[in-house]
């Protein structure tokens, strides 16, 4: 773990933390650096993933988030540094690999609604075109969209966010599964149900 805590916390950032009274509460944090690895902690969260956000910014300093999707687990680790994700077809406005040709500082927000869990991921990204090898590994077989180039985020530094203000929200696979569960079991209760009827047919016309 490298002493990497100004990319988290920047000089204008502790400045504002000792004037508001939170600078000894990061105190500690700041002394022992960000994570800049991947651990398996992380894959998993990153894992079960289909949507996240994507930060950059222009040359001239324009900001500009966008959100990027796909099946669970479209974001990839290729290496203990590394992430990388498919860039697939879409509105063509092209605002996100604009200013990464400008300036690779990047951000990703990760954020899983149904654990109400948040991860925020600061590192450089570049964009990387006709790369079939690369690509390979990126796309998910099955996935109807159409994939362009890619996108390889550098990691400098992770943190987990608190789950404060985070609505639960579900998709319709999560909510279709717990669905059937809940089916399974009416239709074991009626079963039941109905061999005890059966068994007590003067109790039950009661």
Request: charged content about 25%.
């Amino acid at each position: 773990m490298s002493n990497n805590s100004a990319t988290v916390l920047t000089p204008a950032a502790r400045r504002e933390q000792t004037a508001r009274g939170s600078a000894e509460g990061y105190a500690r944090k700041i002394a022992a650096g960000y994570p800049d690895r991947v651990t398996p902690e992380l894959a998993g969260f990153i894992g079960e993933l289909d949507t996240a956000f994507l930060a950059t910014v222009s040359a001239d300093g324009a900001p500009y988030i966008q959100h990027r999707g796909g099946p669970k687990g479209f974001i990839k680790v290729l290496n203990e540094r590394t992430l990388g994700f498919a860039d697939y077809a879409g509105n063509k406005q092209y605002i996100t690999i604009s200013n990464l040709a400008g300036n690779d500082r990047a951000y990703l927000f990760l954020l899983d609604f149904a654990n109400r869990q948040r991860i925020k991921v600061w590192g450089r990204a570049r964009v990387v075109e006709n790369d079939p090898a690369l690509m390979e590994r990126l796309v998910d077989p099955g996935y109807r969209a159409r994939p362009e180039r890619a996108i390889v985020f550098t990691i400098e530094a992770w943190d987990v966010n608190c789950s404060q203000h985070i609505t639960e929200r579900y998709t319709q696979a999560e909510v279709e599964g717990a669905i059937v569960g809940l089916r399974d079991r009416i239709l074991a209760l009626e079963a039941e149900n109905a061999k005890l009827r059966a068994a007590h047919p003067v109790a039950a016309a009661i």
